[in-house]
């Protein structure tokens, strides 16, 4: 089993930065991928940007060149730096670990919002 905290949302004026962050617990050396999702009112949840374990990154093409995923290692969390923030980028930002065996775990979710 994996455990998953997310931190770091907030309410932020467009055009500010946030820093969310995803700690890892438990079985952290089966993860093979972990994934920011996000989930708008009244919208299906949409995959942000993922990192591999390998280190391989991929983002969503609305939040390129706008939105890092990065992890350290050693305290197994995973960040998600968000700059230039707009107000469509409001919503409650999941972390999703998927395990080697094929299973996932998520978080309990980060609300940003976005104030224009």
């Known amino acids: 089993q994996v455990q998953l905290v997310e931190s770091g949302g907030g309410l932020v004026q467009a055009g500010g930065s946030l820093k969310l962050s995803c700690a890892a617990s438990?079985?952290?050396?089966?993860?093979?991928?972990i994934g920011w999702y996000r989930q708008a009112p009244g919208k299906q949840r949409e995959l942000v940007a993922a990192i591999s374990r390998g280190g391989s990154t991929n983002y969503a093409d609305s939040v390129k060149g706008r939105f890092t995923i990065s992890r350290d290692s050693a305290k197994n969390t995973v960040y998600l730096q968000m700059n230039n923030l707009k107000p469509e980028d409001t919503a409650v930002y999941y972390c999703?670990?998927?395990?080697?065996?094929?299973?996932?775990?998520w978080g309990q979710g980060t609300q940003v919002t976005v104030s224009s």
């Open positions: 438990g079985s952290t050396f089966l993860v093979n991928l």
């Open positions: 999703n670990a998927m395990l080697l065996t094929g299973t996932s775990y």
